[in-house]
């Protein structure tokens, strides 16, 4: 077993050696000694010990307030024409440096972020003399590293394997979801992220698609959590997840099935010189701390270009939850764009068939019809192309670039303010690079972009400010196909603030407050009206139908209503992955409370608000005696700034502080 050697620690010369760094002195590595570098947070309660192994091999190692976290871990690369991983040579390293950034994002759980943290970059030879830099980011909420190879010519690299790896401690727990397998699923529509948590299993437990897990990845050893996940991601790398083969509770990141490409491109990374990769990203701390982290974000390249007015988040009306693709048709629609107004919601999403079942010029004269009651009108695509047989359409209007002008500019002509494009083909070098297209070339139409079927953003929700949501979750649409999904969705949402919703916004399409016809919904309706504010999103569509909602109080309604679309800050309250979670959110000049049990047993929370500066007093809607559109509404008060809240075995509550 790998783990932080004694002997290390007791080295004098590594210690000089870090000395030497954190004073700007760039040194080279001795020859008969394996130099050890510690780079810490700013607050110093993390650190991150660098070093070659006896065999050259890169290593790191994490420890928390003194403690260990994470064990000996590999670094690396291995590339066509040299080998990172073993036999390297330390050329030398820069000083350590305080890096900042200040910035503001829109599709957040938090709008004015600070980043703050120590940077240290070492420099590597392989044995034929190649060149590469391992970069090394450590912040108060986590550790951050990439590779960079310098230089500059024509030639194309390709890597065929990252040997990055987390090496947990013994007894460590873990909560992941299993990534799918390439061409399975629905009309072969694998991976979309829509697989199920295992909650609580030990570190090494099998995936059991055999296919991996993907990020985020959460795990706690002893009172420390960390959750492992990427950012960064550009045309010259693929998106990567863990590994299905696990030694020792090591988990190594690993590439994308071979199959996951656009159309032949490339799935393995490939790029010509200079040469960066993507950030791996581990957030450390508190579950408190991990849950309030913004480092994921934090780490995703700045706007290119500054958001333009059109990028507004807001609420949709959708009737495809509830309704399916026979009632993408005029009339409906045109019931939905009022019931948006009645609502007011920003925006209607009209989805699949359209095409056929609307047309482009009725279309158009919807879209008229909102613009004129001040709601925006979202349109869906199918990604189309060879990679799966989904059949929807419009289809064969996203793959190309010529094509994609064409259809914006028509889209533009009629109206829309946006699309919802669905049923990608996976993580490959290639298939990114097609999103990224579809971003670029939307962006100077003030088109806003939802990716459905898709990969998780990674932060490029900061690169590109107008993709305002990603699906990557099995979402709110699941529960209504069939009632083992119904009969998960408890402890399922009681998993996605602590994972999938941590760093990036997730269209999840919550909240059904009446019945479904299909399956017999197993949350209560305060649990459904908490998903509202508990699950972010830049553009949040609702599932609930106009014939629901009317049923719901007033005070849920008017809730509904006002509910921000922008959220100034959040803070974890109280929960555990899986069972049950309690947040706060500010937005509009007040503190929203959330939360959900998905527990089989009431259970009774005490929320500490001292830290929020919230009002005196809040309204409370929660779960009534009965089931369906069952609520119970009531003005509750803090006592010494705490609130003590029973929740009903999978119920919810929300509160308004004034």
Same mark, same amino acid.
């Given at each position: 077993m790998k783990l932080f050697k004694a002997s290390t620690f007791a080295a004098i010369l590594p210690i000089a050696m870090t000395v030497l760094a954190g004073i700007g002195i760039t040194h080279a590595a001795p020859k008969d000694a394996a130099a050890s570098y510690q780079i810490t947070s700013p607050d110093g309660k993390l650190a991150v010990d660098f070093h070659l192994d006896a065999e050259g091999a890169p290593q790191y190692r994490i420890a928390r307030a003194g403690q260990p976290v994470l064990g000996e871990s590999d670094l690396g690369l291995v590339r066509d024409d040299a080998d990172f991983s073993k036999k390297l040579s330390l050329l030398g390293s820069s000083k350590v440096e305080l890096v900042e950034d200040n910035y503001e994002i829109l599709t957040a759980k938090r709008r004015s972020n600070h980043y703050a943290a120590q940077r240290q970059v070492f420099h590597l030879a392989a044995a034929g003399g190649e060149k590469m830099d391992v970069v090394f980011q450590v912040s108060n909420d986590g550790v951050a590293f990439r590779y960079g190879f310098p230089g500059s010519d024509s030639v194309v690299r390709r890597l065929s394997e990252e040997r990055s790896s987390f090496h947990f401690l013994p007894e460590t727990r873990a909560w992941m979801q299993p990534m799918s397998v390439a061409k399975t699923g629905w009309a072969r529509t694998n991976p979309s992220y829509e697989e199920y948590y295992q909650k609580d299993v030990a570190v090494g437990t099998p995936s059991p698609t055999g296919a991996g897990w993907v990020y985020p990845a959460l795990f706690r050893a002893g009172d420390t959590w960390l959750l492992v996940s990427?950012?960064?991601?550009?045309?010259? &790398?693929?998106?990567?997840?863990?590994?299905?083969?696990?030694?020792?509770? $090591? #988990?190594?990141?690993?590439?994308?099935?071979?199959? $996951?490409?656009?159309?032949?491109?490339?799935?393995?990374?490939?790029?010509?010189?200079?040469?960066?990769?993507?950030?791996?990203?581990?957030?450390?701390?508190?579950?408190?701390?991990?849950?309030?982290?913004?480092?994921?974000?934090?780490?995703?390249?700045?706007?290119?270009?500054?958001?333009?007015?059109? =990028? $507004?988040?807001?609420?949709?009306?959708?009737?495809?939850?509830?309704?399916?693709?026979?009632?993408?048709? !005029?009339? =409906?629609?045109?019931?939905? =764009?009022? !019931?948006?107004?009645?609502?007011?919601?920003?925006?209607?999403?009209?989805?699949?068939?359209?095409?056929?079942?609307?047309? &482009?010029?009725?279309?158009?004269?919807?879209?008229?019809?909102?613009?004129?009651?001040?709601?925006?009108?979202?349109?869906?695509?199918?990604?189309?192309?060879?990679?799966?047989?989904?059949?929807?359409?419009?289809?064969?209007?996203?793959?190309?670039?010529?094509?994609?002008?064409?259809?914006?500019?028509?889209?533009?002509?009629?109206?829309?303010?946006?699309?919802?494009?669905?049923?990608?083909?996976?993580?490959?070098? %290639?298939?990114?690079?097609? #999103?990224?297209?579809?971003?670029?070339? /939307?962006e100077p139409y003030g088109f806003l972009i939802n990716f459905h079927g898709a990969t998780l953003p990674r932060g490029l929700q900061r690169t590109y400010p107008h993709l305002m949501?990603?699906?990557?979750?099995?979402?709110?649409?699941?529960?209504?196909?069939?009632? @083992?999904?119904?009969?998960?969705?408890?402890?399922? /949402?009681?998993?996605?603030?602590?994972?999938?919703?941590?760093?990036? +916004?997730?269209?999840?399409?919550?909240?059904?407050?009446?019945?479904?016809?299909?399956? @017999?919904?197993?949350?209560?309706?305060?649990?459904?009206?908490?998903?509202?504010?508990?699950?972010?999103?830049?553009?949040?569509? #609702?599932?609930?139908? +106009?014939?629901?909602?009317?049923?719901?109080?007033?005070?849920?309604?008017?809730?509904? @209503?006002?509910?921000?679309?922008?959220?100034?800050?959040?803070?974890?309250?109280?929960?555990?992955?899986?069972? !049950? =979670?309690?947040?706060?959110?500010?937005?509009?000049?007040?503190? #929203?409370?959330?939360?959900?049990?998905?527990?089989?047993?009431?259970? @009774?929370?005490?929320?500490?608000?001292?830290?929020? %500066?919230?009002?005196?007093?809040g309204h409370l809607i929660t779960d009534g005696a009965g089931e369906n559109l069952s609520f119970r509404s009531e003005t509750v008060t803090p006592v010494d700034g705490k609130l003590e809240l029973t929740i009903r075995p999978n119920g919810g509550f929300v509160v308004v502080m004034d």
């Open positions: 990427e950012s960064g991601l550009s045309r010259g &790398y693929c998106a990567t997840r863990l590994r299905p083969e696990v030694a020792d509770g $090591e #988990y190594r990141v690993g590439f994308p099935d071979p199959r $996951e490409n656009l159309l032949g491109g490339p799935v393995n990374p490939e790029s010509k010189l200079p040469w960066v990769t993507p950030w791996r990203v581990i957030a450390i701390g508190s579950l408190k701390n991990v849950t309030e982290s913004m480092l994921g974000v934090d780490l995703a390249p700045a706007a290119k270009h500054p958001a333009t007015p059109a =990028v $507004e988040p807001g609420k949709a009306a959708w009737s495809w939850p509830l309704m399916g693709d026979d009632k993408t048709v !005029y009339d =409906v629609q045109k019931r939905f =764009v009022d !019931y948006a107004v009645d609502m007011k919601w920003r925006y209607c999403l009209i989805d699949a068939q359209w095409d056929t079942q609307i047309g &482009y010029d009725k279309m158009k004269e919807l879209a008229d019809d909102a613009k004129g009651k001040g709601v925006k009108i979202l349109v869906w695509y199918n990604s189309n192309g060879n990679w799966n047989d989904a059949y929807q359409t419009p289809k064969n209007r996203m793959a190309t670039h010529e094509a994609r002008i064409q259809e914006f500019d028509r889209l533009k002509a009629m109206g829309i303010a946006g699309m919802k494009i669905d049923f990608f083909g996976g993580d490959g070098q %290639s298939m990114i690079g097609y #999103y990224l297209d579809l971003l670029e070339d /939307a949501t990603v699906e990557a979750i099995r979402g709110q649409e699941f529960i209504t196909f069939e009632q @083992k999904n119904a009969d998960e969705q408890a402890t399922h /949402a009681a998993m996605l603030p602590f994972t999938r919703n941590v760093f990036d +916004p997730m269209d999840f399409t919550p909240m059904v407050l009446d019945h479904m016809s299909r399956v @017999k919904r197993r949350t209560s309706s305060a649990f459904e009206l908490a998903e509202a504010v508990l699950f972010t999103s830049g553009i949040q569509h #609702y599932a609930e139908i +106009p014939e629901g909602m009317a049923k719901a109080p007033e005070d849920v309604r008017e809730l509904l @209503k006002r509910i921000p679309s922008v959220w100034e800050d959040s803070r974890f309250l109280d929960g555990f992955p899986g069972r !049950y =979670v309690a947040m706060a959110r500010k937005g509009g000049g007040h503190w #929203y409370l959330c939360g959900i049990n998905a527990e089989k047993t009431e259970r @009774k929370v005490t929320l500490d608000l001292n830290e929020l %500066s919230a009002g005196k007093s």
